[in-house]
């Protein structure tokens, strides 16, 4: 089956204690990408990856790393996770021709 | 500045009745995304439309490009259809970075 895999699906953390999340695709996509979304703000990119070895900020980078050392594999680093990271996350797959396909989201609360 | 707008904010409909979304975008686009998200949070796509007119079951999109404007119609709408609906595009010369849309929260109720 076509998927993204993201994990976990729910984190309480403390701040200044790194974390990662992560996310893996199986369906060959050169594109992946990283979102938060907040109430009232909805749904923002964090990062972004055109292909292995190839990433980009988006909207919100700030306090956030991610790497692309394998197509499939596109993790999401907080170094330093503080309160206003406190959000649900979502990693993204996507191809010209099939669209885009989202991981099931990750709730993260940092406390 | 390259924004999506969407409406109505909320929608609260009776089973049966047909349902339109609207998504107006300011700048051109290479492609646009119908998401629907459910309570329980994960995002599923719906359409990608780049022109015309699609349809998968009860749901139907269409895009006017000239215009700068989509809709998304659900007909003989179900409770199972309550969920946020997102529209999402792709504005030229951005790759493939989505730009939201705030989401239209629709309930349709018995």
């Known amino acids: 089956e076509a998927q993204v895999t993201q994990n976990p699906r729910y984190l309480i953390t403390v701040t200044g204690k790194k974390l990662t999340v992560t996310c893996s695709q199986n369906m060959n996509h050169e594109y992946m990408s990283w979102y938060r979304q907040d109430p009232g703000l909805g749904l923002r990119q964090i990062y972004y990856s055109m292909n292995v070895e190839v990433t980009d900020k988006g909207d919100v980078p700030e306090g956030y790393k991610v790497s692309r050392k394998e197509k499939r594999n596109f993790p999401l680093i907080l170094e330093s996770p503080s309160p206003n990271q406190t959000s649900l996350y979502f990693c993204?797959?996507?191809?010209?021709?099939?669209?885009?396909?989202f991981g099931s989201g990750t709730r993260l609360t940092v406390v | 500045k390259n924004e999506v707008e969407q409406s109505p904010q909320n929608l609260t409909a009776q089973e049966g009745e047909f349902i339109t979304i609207n998504c107006s975008y300011s700048?051109?686009?290479?492609?646009l995304h119908w998401l629907q998200q459910h309570p329980g949070g994960g995002i599923v796509s719906l359409f990608m439309?780049?022109?015309g007119k699609k349809k998968h079951g009860r749901l139907i999109a269409t895009i006017n490009i000239q215009e700068k404007h989509s809709s998304l119609h659900i007909t003989a709408s179900h409770p199972r259809d309550s969920a946020v609906y997102i529209c999402a595009v792709i504005f030229t010369g951005t790759a493939s970075k989505l730009t939201f849309g705030t989401g239209t929260r629709l309930q349709v109720t018995l």
């Open positions: 439309l780049s022109s």
């Open positions: 993204a797959s996507s191809s010209d021709d099939y669209g885009y396909t």
């Open positions: 700048v051109g686009i290479s492609a």
